[in-house]
């Protein structure tokens, strides 16, 4: 699935009541426990760090080794013990990172109305473990609750043993009965989940053969079955025996079912629209293991609403704020070459990695006037003048974006390049009907002017929307831009009350573009079909799609979808960044690379981000507070490009 994105977190509000408004140049220290000082002689190789530690010391006595009992040797299983190390060993545990939200989540659930954000999907997922882990640099499989796994000779039938350790933070063991109630959970309606109900409607419900085996059958054939259900989040049978779909809607709006991850979100940390802490779990279960190390170090991660992107900025400069996200091209390039960056108190960043991009565009309504004709949508892409945006206002920094699965193996080459032209535009908008103008000389059918209405949620995209607005003005076009909050803006999409909206999506490890333009989910409500596409062609392939294990044939399968889809201009496409840009405080300890191969900053969309992979080093955080006291002090500015990733890419022939 995907997920709502910013272009950036916002900032905190509320900041003057929660922390106090203070004037002082310098970063805050943590009221959390302290970091400790970073370990000497760290090892660095792989096999020093056990994939399974205290194998099987938890384990129920009565249930058997060939039941998944102690003594299991997963003879005739699969594992994947070779994997190396995702997070840096010199991390150390302790303090707060403290971080900053547009707006207060519409919920904290992590299925149903509103949960499709990229909070739930890079913070309250942290509350969550899947069966199965991704190792983002090999994309292979490895073990997270599930230490072993089978998949039959026909690839229909999966069975995964779930490691005797695994306990949820109210201290229950992880069991098969877990997996089977959380299946039954996502599959009811009443919870208004259709994306996950048409992608788990593949498979029949899950048979718990033992306490620690389970076992899934597919009802038709699909290489993301596995995908998919090894990446389900499981939560507790304990507590959703008491929990029914309308109940969760109504009772657990910002209130977490306990999961067996390394975090917890505890009512009592939850402010609604002003704030949420998230606390890192002392008796987490899995803390040693290999995929783990270095990982969750942070015992605080304090989120703190402020609508104000400049308030945002401000406090970032004065301290208060640990890291920055630039929202536009302009304020990283005007606006973050102050004093604290030059003596490198203030760290400054372009990360380039693997992660998918995914896409920033406009969206329009397909399913009512007028972008029920293709001639209009078509027309009002044509109007998007891309290149000054980008030249004017952007400075260069981004590329032009022709396609659903940008800068990646899927692009379809031969789509639509779709140039700024008003001449073609009119054209395309005379034969549907709107070639009459009125008194105002506005563009008229049937004696109505055309007049549109565009949401959005951030007020830094006024400089490009009012350039669109003021095209569409010269040929006789209506747009009345409406500012939303974040929130308000992700309920209007959800129940297709909109007729254009600005957005910004997240992209896929592993493209899945049926749960954003099936025809099935276009009138449904809550789901990511936003524009109501529907395209029996591309339905077709997204069921011949499901059915290809060859990577080949995927690739040119979703680059047919890629070329459907952009023919019928759901979306007027824009740009993207070929990374990411940031400012910090000196005081972190990050692993190379700033984050996983395919992660984004917030660990949302490919792979762990800096929440999850940053520290607090306890000797940076101390020159830092002598640069601070000492305003002569310098401290070493690093290169603002770092291209590890890609440079392991080319050491390791990734494509």
Known sequence: MRSFTTLGFLALSVVCITWG???????QTSDSTAPAAQPSNVSRNKNDYPVFPNADSGADASVSADMGGKGFTGAGWQTNTDFDLIGDPRAVKGGVLRDALPDFPGTLRIVGPESNSAF???????????LLGIDTNTLDYIPSLATHWQISSDQMTYRFRINPNARFSNGMPVTADDVVATFDFFMDKTVQAPMYQLTFSKLERPVAESKYIVRVKAKELNWRNLLYFSGEPILSASVLKNVKGDTYLKDYNFKVIPGSGPYTIREEDVEKGKSISVRRRKDYWAEKARANVGMANFDELRFVVVRDEKL???MFKKGELDYYFPVTAREWVQDTDFENVRR??????????DTPVGTTEIVMNMRE?????????????????????IEKIAYNEYTEMNSYFPGSVYENPNNPRNTYDPQLALKLLAE?????????????????????????????WDPHLTIYQEDLRKVGITLNLRLVTPETQ?????????QMEFGSYGGLLFPNPETE??????DQLNNNNISGFKNAKADELFRQYDKMFSVEDRIRTIREVDGIIANEYPYALLWYPPFTRILYWDKFGTPPGHWSRTGDFFGDQGGPGLLQMWWIDANKQAKLEQAMRDTSKKLEVGPVDDRYWLEWDKQHAVK
């Open 21 to 27: 408004c203070n004037r002082q140049q310098s970063p």
């Open 120 to 130: 739930n999907y890079g913070v309250t997922s942290m509350v969550y473990e899947t």
């Open 312 to 314: 945002w900025f401000e």
């Open 344 to 353: 490198g108190v203030v760290q400054k960043r372009k990360v380039f990695n």
């Open 369 to 389: 006037e007028p972008f029920n004709d293709i001639r209009v949508r078509k027309a009002f892409t044509f109007l998007v003048d891309r290149r000054k945006m």
């Open 432 to 460: 549907a009907g709107w070639e009459d103008r009125d008194s105002q000389g506005r563009l008229v059918k049937n004696g109505r002017p055309l007049t549109v209405e565009l949401l959005y949620a951030y007020k830094s």
């Open 490 to 498: 992700a309920q209007l999409e959800s129940q297709h009350r909109f």
């Open 517 to 522: 333009f099936d025809s099935k989910l276009a």
